[in-house]
């Protein structure tokens, strides 16, 4: 799993500006494990899209605030987060499993069946 | 104003402390930062709005369990402090971390409030991961209308 640059943004919403997630990603045997910090995001504007050319990860930030409230300092300046990885083969994108849980994504995608570790003896002729 | 006169085009310094300049604020006016402010990445980032009657402040800290969550204020000052678990587990023969970007541990950040903040009336939730906290204001801050007779 590598991550992409954006050097060429296939469609016209690639152009807006967003923040970069922090991730773990983690790999056993059986598949690659991805945690994604993505902070005010709710479940339904959340984007998961695991195609064969990759993995994107788009969430659009919408914090409630009282009415007429006045930004006095801000961090998060950016309303929006996205991050895109490369796939590799032997990962079966059909068989992916999401949770979205207080602004945390646990993303499982798990390793096809034949790229699964098997024990190789070595026969001494 | 006059800057033209002094730049000169192949001076790279120059444009450079032109830019610096420029950064610095608008009409070469240095912002004045917080006594407190922190580093850039620092964890949970904070963002402040202000209204007639109450002041709102969020912080994004996704993950966290809001029972192990602490929110204090003292002397003007607002504490925000809790500890986040790790997801990554040791790294073994079988498990293979390629990234850990994720904030873990203990966290704390500190915020000054302005002198009218009212630390009885305070209020805090936590949604998708931003602790929301929302301190009103004390009465004669509030502007009034004054009818003149």
Do not use: C, W
Not at chain 1, 85 to 93: I, M, P
């Amino acid at each position: 799993m590598s991550e992409k640059r954006e050097v060429a943004p296939r469609t016209e919403e690639r152009h807006s500006p967003a923040l970069m997630p922090p991730i773990d990603v983690l790999e056993d045997e059986t598949g690659i494990t991805l945690f994604a910090d993505l902070p005010g995001v709710p479940r339904d504007r959340l984007t998961v899209r695991l195609d064969g050319e990759g993995l994107l990860i788009e969430g659009e930030i919408a914090v409630e605030t009282p009415e007429g409230t006045t930004p006095a300092y801000t961090e998060v300046q950016t309303p929006r987060f996205r991050r895109l990885f490369t796939l590799s083969r032997e990962l079966d994108t059909t068989k992916s499993d999401a949770a979205f849980k207080d602004g945390v994504l646990k993303l499982r995608i798990p390793k096809a069946e034949h790229a699964q570790p098997r024990r190789i003896t070595v026969n001494v002729g | 104003m006059y800057e033209s006169l002094l730049r000169f085009p192949t001076d790279l310094f120059a444009e450079l402390d032109r830019m610096q300049r420029e950064m610095q604020g608008f009409g070469g006016l240095s912002l004045p930062s917080s006594i407190r402010a922190v580093g850039r990445g620092a964890f949970p980032a904070i963002n402040i709005g202000s209204t007639p009657t109450a002041i709102r402040i969020d912080a994004f800290a996704p993950g966290i369990d809001p029972a192990k969550l602490s929110i204090s204020i003292d002397r003007g000052l607002l504490t925000i402090a809790g500890e986040r678990p790790s997801d990554v587990p040791q790294e073994s023969e079988k498990l293979s971390v390629y990234a850990h970007e994720r904030t873990v541990g203990s966290f704390k950040r500190v915020v000054s409030l302005p002198e009218d903040a009212d630390p009885a009336r305070v209020e805090a939730t936590y949604r998708d991961g931003v602790v929301g906290i929302s301190i009103q204001r004390r009465e004669p801050a509030q502007p009034r209308r004054i009818e003149v007779k």
